[in-house]
Structure formats: structure tokens, C-alpha cells
């Protein structure tokens, strides 16, 4: 048996149970532990709620598929899994709860930042101006940093040693990436019209 941190005991094998009650049971764990996290859940954090010989990935199909038709689903982003509701159902929770979300007052100037973060992390502002050949804004920075999608990485060793910007855990979720190796290629940002020299935006 496993313990959980609060030192109970969790029986993971669930030996007593027919192996078809056994596999719903185990998905259900799964289901229960993503439910409960607002972060994404690493596979070896589920693996400790299920039995030795259960197959994690096979048990997120399951439940993906037990989900299917319902407001929720399951996702693979930053490296982890994560239940979040379908997009189709934005509209009806901001109409409802007026929930916003990361990239709700982000503007096109912003994202076009935030992709060059992205692209070219870790990246001062001074490095920011130079590819989008516009000072950035403490303002800008602080919007980012306000909806958790960059954060302050390790100080440039050039002279003053001043601070560097990276990504976050949070701009995948937002994103819907699982790593930073899923991101678009240049090309397609460019297609997409997030391109970095938008005169639109007041920085």
C-alpha cells in the first residue's frame, strides 16, 4: 500500500476487485486527483494513486473517452494532464460568473511580446527592443507578469546584469502546449498575424 502525504494509507492494487471494477476505480482516482488540481498533474503523480502494472496513459484515454459529450475534458499541457471545460462553453461561464481569462485584454503588440519571450527566452528587455524595434514598457511587462505568463529569469551577464524574462508554467496551460517545443513555427505566428511590428498598441 501507498501512503498519501498525510502518512494513510491508499490502497493502489485494489487486488480485491474484479479487473473491470478495478480499471473504473483507478480511472476515477484519476479523474478525482485532476478534478482537484488547478495546475497540470505530471504522469508520476498519477501513478501513485493507481496499481504497479496500470497503465497511465491508457487510463487518460479511457477517461477521455467517459468524457466525451460532457462540459469537461482532458488536456496534455506542460508536461502534465489537466481537466478544464471545453472551449464551447467559455461564452456561457463569463456570461454566468464573468470569468476572464489570461489573454482577455492582451493586445495584438502584447502577444507579439510575448511570443518574442518565447522564441528567444531567456531575453532582457533591451533584447525585446531589438527584435521588435520598440522600448518595451514596464507597463507591458507587468501585464505579462500580472496573468502569470512570464516570469523574471537568471540575470543577463551582460553589464549591469539586469533581469531576464521567460515563460511560465501557465503560458503553456494558456497556450495549450505540453513544452515549449510545441510552439508554432515563426512562419505560421507570422500567417497568424502576430507579428512584432504592430503600430496598434500604446506601450
Not at 503523480?45 to 496499481?51: I, M, W
Not at 464551447?88 to 460568473?97: H, L, N, T
Not at 507579439?112 to 518595451?136: C, N, S, W
Request: net charge negative; aromatic share 6%; charged share 30%.
Amino acid at each position: 500500500m501507498a501512503k498519501d502525504r498525510s502518512g494513510s494509507e491508499l490502497d493502489c492494487e485494489l487486488a480485491d476487485l474484479p479487473p473491470e471494477l478495478r480499471w473504473r476505480e483507478w480511472m476515477r482516482r484519476i479523474e478525482a486527483v485532476l478534478f482537484a488540481s488547478a495546475s497540470p498533474v505530471p504522469r508520476e503523480d498519477l501513478a501513485r494513486v493507481v496499481g504497479q502494472e496500470a497503465a497511465v496513459d491508457l487510463l487518460i484515454e479511457d477517461l477521455t473517452t467517459d468524457l466525451n459529450g460532457r462540459a469537461f475534458e482532458v488536456v496534455k499541457v506542460a508536461g502534465g494532464w489537466i481537466m478544464r471545460t471545453r472551449s464551447a462553453y467559455a461564452p456561457a461561464i463569463r456570461a454566468a460568473a464573468e470569468v476572464g481569462d489570461q489573454l482577455l485584454d492582451l493586445n495584438e503588440f502584447d502577444v507579439a511580446v510575448l511570443a518574442a519571450i518565447a522564441y528567444h527566452q531567456p531575453i532582457t528587455r533591451d533584447g525585446l527592443r531589438d527584435i521588435v524595434g520598440k522600448e518595451i514598457s514596464r507597463d507591458l511587462i507587468d501585464r505579462l507578469h500580472a496573468r502569470d505568463l512570464i516570469g523574471t529569469g537568471p540575470r543577463s551577464p551582460k553589464r549591469g546584469a539586469p533581469y531576464t524574462f521567460v515563460t511560465t508554467e501557465q503560458f503553456l496551460v494558456a497556450f495549450n502546449l505540453e513544452t515549449l517545443r510545441d510552439l508554432p513555427d515563426k512562419e505560421q505566428l507570422e500567417d497568424a498575424g502576430f507579428t512584432a511590428d504592430s503600430d496598434e498598441a500604446d506601450i
